[in-house]
């Protein structure tokens, strides 16, 4: 059983453009979608599609359409009720691939929502092996709330992978993740330098920076890092070793969801007493085929190219 918390989930509205988005003019949709997003609740999605059990913890209140959602599509959930509304957030998807994300601050959580969050949580994961905390935190919630939950879910005996950015991603490093899952970006704001060049270096076969700022944080950490890179793939850092995966070559349609995706292809694969590298490989196949579908859709089994990943040994 795998848990995912997302204390900020969102209603995924994906604005499909004909054309390259053009700043300050008017341009017509072709397609508009409106699904359920977070990050929590994506990995969730892919898990259960890869036929494993999950439950999505959140808040959401009763009559929120958020909910009607996650029914409709059968995921498995629990909600903690609140008094505003859940979030929408916004993709400008341009035919040639190119997402822009617009993301709300998220519903306000007091203190009773955010007491009833953190016991549903320990609640839920009762039966799991994995507790996967995933997204940003909404207003109410402080910074150190992973940390707080990953001690509590440590002292019970469950693994826990986080994957966060901001404040949220700066204190959890000292809570000891079992699997942090940062993208780029989110590693250097971890241990310093650009993000942009760690991605573009990787595409042009310089792993040498990644590979270094990712055993930094693994580390300090002392657990696994999974670093995705986009379009140039991931890398798997472990006191065992470190991999690093090509990404299979998609056409892209929408990278929303593509990070979420990459961890639960981690966690299905460790789940089943898959070995790094094959972890590894499975986290980038369910990344590029999230990257191939519309919107925030969840890749299934039958989406993957698991041979299109080339992995190699690094350290
Ligand atoms: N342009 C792309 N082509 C192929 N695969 C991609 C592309 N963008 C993302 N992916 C896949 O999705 C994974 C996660 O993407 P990334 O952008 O690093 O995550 P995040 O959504 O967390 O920023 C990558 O490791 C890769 O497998
Ligand atoms: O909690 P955050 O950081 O605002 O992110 C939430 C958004 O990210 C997503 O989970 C997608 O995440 P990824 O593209 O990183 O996989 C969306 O479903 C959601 O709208």
Redesign the pocket.
Known sequence: MIVTVTANPSVDRTIGLPHALARGEVQRAVAVTAQPGGKGINVARVVHGAGLGTVAVLPAGAADPLLTQLAAVGLPHRAVSIDEPVRTNVTLAEPD?TTTKINEPGAELSAGDLARLTDLVAEAAADARWVALCGSLPPGVPADWYAEVTARLHAGGRRVAVDTSGPPLLAIAQARPDLLKP?AFELAELVGGDGARLEAAAAEGDLEPVRGAAADLAERTGGAVLT????A??LLTTPEGTWFAT????R?RS?VG??DS?LAGYLIARHRGAPPEERLRTA?AY??A??ALPGTTPPLPAHLDPAGAHIRRLS
Do not use: D
């Open positions: 691939g993208n995705t890179l986009g379009a793939g991931a990404a299979p070559a998609v892209v990278t593509a990070g990459s980038v990344g590029s999230a990257a």
